[in-house]
């Protein structure tokens, strides 16, 4: 697939991520489930982390190119978690923000092995 429509794909998913945590608390469907909550911000941010690496193996990125994608999308993350500060009814969570992070890292991993069976 063709760089540019990855890029389409990841800043779409970034805005539906955004918009998702830009909804105040109570108007959010209550979930009692324990961890559940976690579980759904790894497997949104795994499905973001995804369409980065594939961004990024797209481009035939350096190694340095790809960090630099990674680490954007990791600050990107975080500023998303802070930025709930300011949402009525939310609040940042350092829980989140990790499993956020996990998602990411997951998605950058695997996606990398395997691509990396893939070329074999």
Same mark, same amino acid.
């Given at each position: 697939?063709?760089?540019?429509?990855?890029?389409?794909?990841?800043?779409?998913?970034?805005?539906?991520?955004?918009?998702?945590?830009?909804?105040?608390?109570? #108007?959010?469907? &209550?979930?009692? %489930?324990? =961890?559940?909550?976690?579980?759904?911000?790894?497997?949104?941010?795994?499905?973001? $982390?995804?369409?980065?690496?594939?961004?990024?193996?797209?481009?035939?990125?350096?190694?340095?190119?790809?960090?630099?994608?990674?680490?954007?999308?990791?600050?990107?993350?975080?500023?998303? #978690?802070?930025? &709930?500060?300011? %949402?009525? =009814?939310?609040?940042?969570?350092?829980?989140?923000?990790?499993?956020?992070?996990? $998602?990411?890292?997951?998605?950058?991993?695997?996606?990398?092995?395997?691509?990396?069976?893939?070329?074999?």
């Amino acid at each position: 697939m063709k760089p540019r429509l990855y890029l389409k794909f990841l800043l779409f998913w970034m805005g539906f991520i955004w918009i998702m945590s830009s909804i105040p608390a109570k #108007e959010m469907p &209550q979930i009692n %489930i324990f =961890g559940s909550d976690k579980i759904a911000h790894f497997g949104i941010y795994f499905v973001w $982390g995804t369409l980065g690496k594939l961004y990024a193996r797209s481009r035939d990125s350096r190694k340095a190119e790809a960090f630099l994608v990674l680490a954007l999308m990791i600050a990107l993350a975080a500023l998303d #978690e802070y930025h &709930q500060y300011f %949402i009525p =009814g939310r609040s940042v969570s350092v829980y989140d923000l990790l499993a956020n992070w996990s $998602g990411i890292l997951a998605a950058w991993i695997i996606t990398s092995r395997v691509s990396g069976r893939r070329s074999s």
